[in-house]
């Protein structure tokens, strides 16, 4: 059992200033990818296959350069959180059993759950190391801080995730465990860039509001077309807030109603709204790069 994140952010609009120098970012990261041990480089460089979209990279750049941040700090910053969301991935794809990855079989299927371990590692410390290369020694500080913190956030919804008991759960007890699940990779990128600002702690907080609701409606959409479309969910007895309704309502599993749908779609909409309120709680010069996430939301669904 678990909670799939899905590559729904992937379509979402940025603002230019998320482009600018993602190009640094692509490079440095596929540099990693490449190491002098040969059997680590191999596990490394299947992974890096499966490229990704960049997502957490684009928050953190288009947030540090809205705020004016020194351009090595954002940089170092976008790949450091890159990096982490990759190890993130290799080990998830070990709690969840998951055998593909982005199209690509994952590490842990195809080379081991050794090797998956240790690639995740390999990234983790990499990450730590970025930060060592930023020239502004007080942000190094505070996104030392920050990459630990949000380090651990992981691991505890991880552990969360794990801990559920699928038939018991409860639409309030999914709602904690994606909020810890997409919540700090999706802030991470965010708040680090806040912090080196020295934005307020009122508006850190608002931050996290939103954050947390954002990643829940985006988990939320993804468990909806997935009842829509392929139904993996169901087959695969992931969690899957429209089949907490389900199981409520004591309809068939297997056989989702057009009232379960319809309420699923309304749950959602409500969420929608409480992003819309928390928008304002950030610095109005950021604002827009969350605006357009929401309307990228409510066009999915």
Known sequence: MKITISSHFDDFFMPPEALNHLSI????????????????????????????????????L????LFGLPINTVTKWAISCELIHAASLIHDDI?????QRRGITTVWKKFGIPAAVCSGDYLIAE????LSEIETGWHQTILLKSLSESVKKITEGQAEDLEANQKKITIKDYEKIAYAK???????????????????????KGLKKLINVMGLVYQMINDYQNILKSKTDIKLNHMNFVNIIT????????KMSH??????????NKKL??????????????????MNIAKSMKEGL
């Open 25 to 60: 970012v692509k490079n440095e990261l596929q540099k990693t990818f490449k190491v002098k041990d040969k059997t680590l480089n191999q596990w490394l460089s299947h992974y890096g296959k499966a490229e990704g979209k960049y997502i957490r990279a684009q928050l953190a």
């Open 62 to 65: 288009a947030t540090g350069e």
């Open 95 to 99: 709690c969840d059993k998951d055998i």
């Open 127 to 130: 990450s730590f190391l970025k």
């Open 182 to 204: 997409t919540g700090p990779l999706l802030g991470m990128p965010l708040e680090g860039m806040f912090r080196c600002k020295e934005i307020s702690e009122n508006e850190i």
């Open 247 to 254: 199981k409520a309502k004591n309809k068939d599993q297997k």
């Open 259 to 268: 009232e379960v749908m319809m309420e699923a779609k309304k749950m959602i």
């Open 273 to 290: 709204q409480m992003i819309e309120k928390y928008i304002h709680n950030v610095p109005i010069i950021v604002q827009p790069i969350f």
